[in-house]
């Protein structure tokens, strides 16, 4: 299923960078950036929606904005009520199906609704909802032992999360605890969560409240196309040596990133960056983490984890999105040494473990081996680049097509030389494939 995602990072469309990226679920892809001739249609597809009874689109969102948070934002200038899914396609309140392009934010990695999925959350439904860890069941433990046999290393301690956020928030408190410091470094334009505490780590302006965010210091992206000194990693290695050496007091707690920043427009570091970082951050005394919220469980194609493709192992993993499909699932794996640091107090999670998401997130594991998925995004992600890369040779628009796998992302510009953001281009592009991922992919294809 492809996924054709645009990062908004303002609240709506008109304030957004150009940034279009394409994170993909491990279904089905194909671009659909071409203008068709004629009206092009989606393949057959055996699935028929039940009839809709529900509240209209504008019954929903007026709804919506009297008793949801005013933060909360929604794509397109008339936002659509999604009713149904079922593997790479959505439908709406009048039956019309679309090509899943967003997935809830590169969530869900096995499509809508896989049989072995739902079969799996069902039938524990049925026997126990709830249980914490405080008692023994085997779902836990299950699910835990399939995961850390998924991690290189001395990878071999799962703690049960709710979500990405929560899973970062318990990495840096891993961290600072282990290390005896409080220092923690993170890219700039990157993304690690919401909370109080990660919205320190993160460093998109348009994410961040004004809050205190002290002992977090952010260091210069690795951005082969926009940073200042392109693919070189040693060049960035070395700012992050000069700001331990002259912003901190020579120790630090951590180091996280992510492979490829997916909030911040698909962005992949710059090659063997890093394998240097980590060598730095460990003779400053910290422990390093890789953010695998978006890049994990095979979404790059060429390895099961983000971290892997730049050769190192971390010391602390989160997780979370495609590990449950949909569900409210995260998790922190670690090594035992750093894991003992947590049993000094008591750590608990009411959900972290929950029996129902731990058999989902299992089943989740298993499809992703038995279909090949990892595969999957290697070969389709392979033939999607190529086919950006050729409308990037015929439209000066296009300034950058980067990513891996079906972890992918386009950037339209207004001048390639300067790179300057194509903001009013981009959002008239949002707009228009609303439509034209509606019965429209299969043929535009074929035009490229």
């Not at 149904?84 to 679309?98: A, P, V």
């Not at 960035?236 to 911040?264: C, R």
């Not at 998925?373 to 950058?400: F, K, M, P």
């Not at 891996?404 to 030389?417: A, Y």
Request: aromatic share 8%; proline share 5%; charged share 20%.
């Amino acid at each position: 299923m492809a996924f054709l995602q645009r990062q908004i990072l303002k609240r709506t469309v008109k304030e957004s960078k150009a940034k279009l990226n394409i994170c993909t679920s491990f279904s089905t892809a194909a671009s659909a950036s071409a203008v068709a001739t004629t009206p092009p249609q989606l393949p057959p597809f055996d699935h028929d929606p039940k009839p809709y009874t529900g509240p209209s689109a504008d019954q929903v969102f007026q709804k919506r904005k009297q008793f949801l948070g005013p933060s909360i934002f929604h794509y397109y200038q008339k936002p659509l009520n999604i009713v149904e899914g079922k593997m790479q396609y959505l439908f709406d309140e009048n039956g019309r199906r679309y090509l899943d392009a967003f997935a809830g934010i590169v969530t869900v990695s096995c499509g809508h609704c896989h049989p072995d999925v739902l079969n799996a959350i069902f039938e524990q439904s049925k026997l126990l909802q709830h249980a914490t860890t405080i008692y023994l069941h085997h779902a836990i433990a299950d699910f835990a032992e399939a995961l850390a046999s998924k991690m290189p290393g001395n990878l071999k301690v799962v703690y049960f999360v709710n979500s990405g956020t929560e899973a970062n928030e318990l990495a840096m408190l891993m961290a600072r605890l282990y290390t005896g410091n409080l220092g923690m470094i993170a890219l700039r334009n990157a993304y690690h969560g919401g909370s109080s505490g990660t919205i320190g780590l993160t460093a998109l302006n348009t994410w961040k409240y004004p809050i205190p965010q002290g002992e977090i210091h952010h260091v210069v992206n690795p951005d082969p196309y926009h940073g200042s000194f392109g693919s070189d990693a040693a060049r960035y290695a070395q700012d992050l040596q000069d700001h331990i050496d002259f912003g901190t007091s020579g120790k630090v707690a951590g180091f996280i990133a992510e492979t490829i920043q997916g909030v911040g427009g698909a962005v992949e570091l710059a090659p063997g960056y890093l394998k240097l970082v980590y060598d730095i951050v460990r003779k400053a005394g910290g422990v390093c983490i890789a953010d695998e919220v978006q890049t994990g469980f095979g979404r790059t194609g060429s390895h099961y984890w983000g971290f892997e493709t730049q050769g190192v192992i971390p010391d602390i993993v989160t997780m979370a999105k495609g590990i449950g499909n949909g569900l409210p699932l995260g998790a922190v794996v670690t090594t035992p040494e750093i894991a003992n640091v947590m049993a000094q107090k008591i750590q608990f999670n009411t959900f972290g473990g929950n029996p129902v998401c731990s058999a989902g997130g299992l089943a989740v594991l298993r499809v992703i081996d038995k279909e090949r998925r990892q595969a999957h995004c290697a070969d389709v992600g392979s033939h999607l680049l190529g086919r950006l890369r050729t409308l990037q040779e015929r439209h000066d628009i296009i300034g950058d097509v980067r990513g891996r796998g079906l972890m992918v992302g386009m950037e339209l510009v207004t001048d390639r030389k300067e790179k300057t953001p194509a903001k009013a281009e981009t959002a008239v592009l949002f707009e228009k494939l609303r439509d034209f991922l509606v019965d429209a992919l299969d043929y535009s294809m074929s035009k490229l």
